[in-house]
Nanobody
Framework: QLQLVESGGGLVQPGGSLRLSCAASGFTLDSIGWFRQAPGKEREGVSCISSNGGRTNYADSVKGRFTISRDNAKNTVYLQMNSLKPEDTAVYYC?????????????????????WGQGTQVTVSS
């Protein structure tokens, strides 16, 4: 039983920055992934971080602009988003990895994750 809550979304101009937080109930060694979904589009994997923070992955569309990190003492995972673009506009979700091959490798497929949060809206617009 794991509960995740996202926060930190908002409205930002192109080129701006936001930091999203994913707070987890209890203590977990799960990998954590960030996903996003824009209206009318499929859910897209954005980033993932392993249980100890040693492995991270990023979608090509955000590589070099987004940074994922975690503080296990605070049961929180962060997604620092810089140089934001209008195409980054979406609802952002965090999710805990299951005991799967995808989760162990910190892949970006939604099939490897469960215990989804309810999402936080990110809007990038002038």
């Amino acid at each position: 039983q794991l509960q995740l809550v996202e926060s930190g979304g908002g409205l930002v101009q192109p080129g701006g920055s936001l930091r999203l937080s994913c707070a987890a109930s209890g203590f977990t060694l799960d990998s954590i992934g960030w996903f996003r979904q824009a209206p009318g589009k499929e859910r897209e994997g954005v980033s993932c971080i392993s249980s100890n923070g040693g492995r991270t992955n990023y979608a090509d569309s955000v590589k070099g602009r987004f940074t994922i990190s975690r503080d296990n003492a605070k049961n929180t995972v962060y997604l620092q988003m810089n140089s934001l673009k209008p195409e980054d506009t979406a609802v952002y979700y965090c999710a805990a990895g299951t005991k799967s091959f995808i989760a162990r490798l910190c892949g970006l497929s939604a099939a490897g994750f469960g215990s989804w949060g309810q999402g936080t809206q990110v809007t990038v617009s002038s």
